[in-house]
């Protein structure tokens, strides 16, 4: 009996131990799009969003999204921390964190691993004639 007494004991402590710890790991989400836009020719559209990484661990942007319009099907997408957003839209030379190139329809993963605002972009800036519709769902994920 001492064996059950010690193995009850440990069970319950295991389960103590792992409740406290699965609640460092909860996952969180929080919808950027989900839906249609439409972007104009020669513009771009610009979800912002920030993340504390403090609160805010293992921050991913998961999605997708597809264009329909013009003679491509074509729309840019780009995730951009906030210098950088400002930089890129006065025509400046940057490195996204994301970046679809010219295209239909594409699935989005990108890592955050810096506290700060951020830009989910849908860009059009490359056509002057043909308005892009996009439909999109993008989340931002992370763990508490």
Known sequence: ???????????????????????CNTPQSSNLIDGNIVVVPGNYYDIQFSVDTSEMQNTRVVGSFEAAGGSGNDIEAFIFDDMSFNNWKNGHQVTP???SGKITVANIDTSITTSGKYHLVFSNLFSIVSSKNVSARVDLNWSE
């Open 97 to 99: 964190l994301y970046n």
């Open 1 to 23: 009996m001492k064996k059950y007494g010690i193995i009850t004991v440990t069970v319950v402590s295991v389960i103590a131990i792992l409740t406290l710890f699965s609640g």
